[in-house]
């Protein structure tokens, strides 16, 4: 079933006993081992050739000599390949890309996948997680030499012998392959332990070279999602989960706006909710368009003759919801809801205490990260304040639950009525942005906790709304002139909410 080859330069008791685990650990009868004593005169390509000429078994594994398994990893390897048939390589760590300058963990935080633990002698054990446990195998351009496993009936190229002895291996035999359309993936589905630690060391840096020389022509290799997560849980309608006012400020942009109001429709219940559009200044063409959209429909629309978006959101929560709302859900016109956010998030006031805001999980077009929680924290050396968004621009690094955050974007943020008014809702000094973080900070100033709800998404079209370079400037006024003057002011009581860094 599984042909697992490896290069050791150990003794005869270490490799008996690496052979032991591996037979006791992958749960699988008919397994093939074949071990190459190699003290230095061969190169792993070399090595990992001879054993796929001698394999016997389409699924090949080429794996160092220094992990451990856990039990029935071969099974779960073998279920990877026959319920994802359209892999041909799959491996434990790897990254969706490649640079030009050849080191693939260049943007590690964002482009990395995969679980590994490390384990070195000597030392406790520890988890270098670069993705959550995705119930899906992640395609990546190349995967790390520490496990390497593919069908050998649908590779188009073997192990490249021209690089080096111990770099270079996999991604020589990776690149070409993925360049060839066999698709390359790293599973979740079992779990392995490194006993040691690679440091990249001057063989490395000339393999490198080496391998640039053959396909920098080729780089850098971008392979952006092609798959989000999303448990797609939806919530049963009842009552005593609260009525929703969803405020959603507009100018133009009609198919935008219809869009988002129809994802609301398509995955939560509209028991749930009514809509309040306040519109900033469309056209009349465009009004007439959004109020023939809305006839008939639990939709309210409120005109206004400027944009301010906290004065906006304050002045329908002020003066245009009723009783029968307990919660208020601020709403970006250019969001599309993938899943029962509206639900998921009454859930979480349901099911918690002490709720302040709740914010969702939100991908641009290109399926990375845009929000995954906010996160504000204070330069030591320097004194200075940043704000940014959790895990912005990553790939597959995500939370995927329910996850307690610093705070959320207003861009989709669920709150109790009561509580906002209570904080003194938005500040309308800010003109165009941060008005949320302090928001944020607020709530957990008063003893409240921030969640966000990641079991789902939405995508958020933020570069389609609005000039981004006018959108960064006036952004920065706001963050320099008021968010810092509010940290300021309360960074004593904030201290132990803020992140830290040197």
Avoid at 408 to 417: F, G, H, K, S, V
Avoid at 458 to 463: N, V
């Amino acid at each position: 079933m599984i042909t697992i080859i490896y290069s050791t330069h150990k003794d005869k008791d270490y490799n008996d006993k690496f052979k032991a685990h591996l037979s006791n650990s992958v749960g699988l009868e008919n397994v093939q081992i074949l071990e190459y004593q190699n003290n230095n005169q061969y190169s792993l390509a070399q090595v990992y050739n001879s054993g796929i000429t001698e394999s016997i078994y389409d699924i090949v594994v080429c794996c160092h000599n220094d992990i451990r398994l856990e039990k029935n990893w071969g099974v779960k390897l073998l279920e990877d390949y026959s319920n994802n048939p359209e892999f041909g390589v799959i491996g434990k760590a790897g990254s969706c890309y490649f640079p030009e300058s050849g080191v693939y963990w260049e943007r590690m935080n964002a482009t990395m996948v995969g679980q590994v633990y490390h384990h070195p002698s000597g030392q406790k054990k520890w988890l270098s997680t670069y993705s959550p446990k995705l119930p899906f195998i992640i395609p990546v351009v190349t995967i790390d030499g520490l496990f390497i496993s593919f069908d050998k009936t649908k590779i188009k190229h073997r192990f490249d012998e021209s690089f080096g002895k111990f770099h270079f291996y996999d991604h020589g035999f990776c690149v070409p392959n993925y360049l060839d359309e066999v698709k390359i993936g790293v599973t979740s589905s079992f779990e392995i332990t490194h006993e040691s630690v690679g440091q990249p060391n001057q063989e490395f840096w000339e393999s490198k070279n080496k391998f640039l020389e053959k396909y920098r022509h080729r780089l850098p290799l971008d392979l952006k999602p092609d798959k989000i997560y999303s448990k797609n849980e939806k919530v049963q309608y009842n009552k005593k989960y609260g009525k929703v006012a969803i405020i959603i400020p507009t100018k133009g942009k009609t198919d935008l706006l219809f869009d988002c109001i129809n994802s609301f429709y398509e995955h939560s219940d509209i028991k749930f909710f009514d809509f309040f559009i306040a519109d900033t200044g469309s056209s009349d063409e465009e009004k007439e368009l959004i109020k023939k959209f809305i006839d008939g429909k639990n939709i309210k629309l409120i005109e206004y003759d400027y944009y301010n978006f906290a004065k906006i959101n304050n002045d329908v929560v002020k003066n245009h919801i009723g009783k029968e709302y307990q919660y208020v859900l601020f709403c970006n016109n250019d969001i599309k809801l993938m899943g029962d956010i509206v639900g998921g998030m009454l859930k979480i006031f349901q099911t918690k205490n002490k709720v302040g805001c709740v914010g969702c999980r939100l991908h641009y077009e290109d399926n990375t990260v845009q929000h995954d929680g906010v996160l504000v924290y204070l330069k030591m050396s320097t004194k200075q304040i940043f704000a940014t968004h959790k895990n912005k621009n990553s790939y597959y690094n995500h939370t995927i639950g329910i996850e307690n955050v610093m705070g959320n974007t207003a861009a989709l943020m669920m709150m109790n009525l009561n509580t906002f008014r209570l904080i003194g809702m938005f500040n309308e000094s800010y003109r165009h942005c941060f008005e949320d973080v302090e928001l944020s900070l607020k709530l957990l100033l008063k003893g409240f906790d921030n969640y966000l709800l990641s079991s789902e998404y939405s995508y958020h079209y933020e570069s389609k709304t609005r000039d981004i370079n006018r959108g960064l400037t006036e952004s920065m006024e706001d963050f320099n002139t008021h968010l810092i003057s509010f940290i300021n002011s309360n960074l004593e009581k904030l201290k132990t909410k803020l992140l830290f860094t040197q």
